[in-house]
């Protein structure tokens, strides 16, 4: 009878075996789903960060034949074409993107972004035209001051610079395109100012520093703001001091910085030399 008696109880136990391998599988492959998940969101953020914008768009444009249906994967191959300056192609996918349901309107902002950098302004102002106006964001008005200066409006790219600076704790980049604009409109004074501010807030900014000597030149102040330079910047921007003297019509003074320039310059200054040479042969 005993082994009548433990044959049910060896199945029974034998089943519950089973039933916990089942159970324990199910819960293995769905840990190693939850795990893929993660790794696939982590490979996602270093392709549109620091990987080689080429090696991103291939990445991404194989996951999105796979599962062309996923936004977040349209969103990275559209990044990463303009990232690898695939401009053309980046404007295509931004397009194909703000079709698809769950589009934003970061999205809209993004494909007008594509679309300044392929020369499309009147493109870009239509999509800007289109992004909701409760829709505020650093990036979106920053367009749109640069769509207000291609198009020459100065009084809707002045509000919209200030806009801009006023939502970004890194409003260096904005002020130097906010006096660059004031430099072609010819209001010299404001630029400089507006140089000065951007380089304030970020002293390695040497495209601001270049400007604003630009805008000095363009009053006739020959001699170099008080700002932080380097020893090669110094005599970078005693070149481009020099070069605005000699628009100026100012030639002997050009002469004089240019000579300086080449002194001061740590190894030898090949552009500040032909310049000047060119100068002592007219």
């Given amino acids: ?32 789903q939850d795990v893929n998940v993660v790794d696939e969101h982590d490979l996602n ?11 991103a768009v291939s990445y991404f444009q194989r996951a999105v034949k796979s599962t062309p249906d996923r936004i977040d994967l349209q969103r990275g191959l559209a990044k990463s074409l303009v990232r690898a300056r695939r401009v053309t ?17 970061d999205d809209m ?3 007008a972004d594509a ?17 909701p106006p409760t829709h505020e964001s650093f990036k979106r008005y920053r367009l749109e001051a640069m769509v207000a200066d ?34 072609t409109r010819g ?42 330079m380097s020893q090669v910047e110094r005599a970078q921007l005693l070149h481009t001091m020099a070069l605005s ?10 002469k004089g910085l240019l000579r300086e320039a080449v002194t001061t310059h740590p190894q030898h200054f090949e552009e500040a030399v032909r310049s000047l040479r060119a100068l002592e042969k007219a």
């Fill in 115 to 131: 679309q300044i950098r392929n020369g499309n302004w009147d493109k870009a102002k239509k999509t800007l035209d289109s992004v």
């Fill in 245 to 254: 003297a000699i628009k100026q019509g100012d030639v002997e003074t050009g």
């Fill in 45 to 55: 953020d270093v392709m549109l960060t620091v990987a080689d914008p080429n090696e």
């Fill in 187 to 228: 209001d010299f004074t404001d630029a400089e100012r507006l140089f000065g501010e951007a380089i304030r807030q970020d002293t390695t900014l040497f495209t601001a520093k270049n400007n604003l000597v630009l805008a000095r030149g363009a009053q006739r102040k020959y001699t170099l703001p008080v700002i932080p």
């Fill in 150 to 183: 291609a198009n020459s409006d100065w009084s809707r790219a002045d509000t919209f610079y200030e806009t801009a600076v006023g939502l970004t704790t890194r409003p260096a980049g904005v002020m130097n395109n906010w006096g660059y604009s004031k430099l």
């Fill in 89 to 105: 192609e980046g404007v295509s996918a931004w397009g194909k993107l703000v079709k698809m349901e769950g589009a934003t309107p």
């Fill in 1 to 32: 009878m005993r082994h009548f008696f433990l044959i049910p109880m060896c199945l029974a136990g034998g089943l519950t075996l089973a039933g916990c391998t089942e159970k324990a599988d199910e819960t293995v492959e769905r840990a190693f």
């Fill in 109 to 111: 902002v993004d494909l």
